[in-house]
């Protein structure tokens, strides 16, 4: 029975550590997930400035698609290519200042996705993209 209770206690406090995104404007969403990616700081936490960095997307902050483009390509903790290719299309399509950098790292990108997970992977990288971007 104390477990169970135990259980709970935990299950209900975990709302109470949950930040309010709601709080923030998609700037400073985008920033503070920024910072989370920072690995000479106290409060480093990836997968936590990858909430961020999305939140910042949801609202369609012009620097998150570029933002989420690098940190899931780049970061460890997070990695994954599919879906930094994704966000590297649409920092691509959108035009702003990242576009073209974001045109390039797409390119590396898919060469990783075709050498490590073959053409299939592209294809559906490609479409991951094409659906992000229409969104």
């Excluded at 109470?16 to 920033?31: G, N, R, W």
Aim: charged content about 30%.
């Amino acid at each position: 029975m104390r477990p169970c209770i135990f259980l709970a206690l935990c299950i209900a406090s975990l709302n109470v550590f949950a930040i309010d995104k709601s709080q923030y404007t998609p700037e400073q969403l985008f920033v503070i997930g920024t910072e989370l990616f920072k690995e000479e700081r106290k409060e480093f936490n990836p997968k936590l400035g990858l909430e961020f960095i999305l939140e910042s997307a949801k609202f369609k902050y012009e620097h998150a698609p570029f933002g989420l483009c690098v940190s899931l390509s780049t970061t460890k903790e997070i990695l994954d290519l599919k879906e930094a290719y994704s966000w590297c299309y649409v920092a691509e399509k959108i035009g702003n200042k990242y576009s073209k950098m974001a045109a390039e790292r797409s390119k590396e990108i898919l060469g990783k996705i075709l050498f490590d997970d073959g053409v299939e992977a592209v294809t559906e990288a490609k479409e991951l993209g094409k659906l992000k971007y229409s969104q």
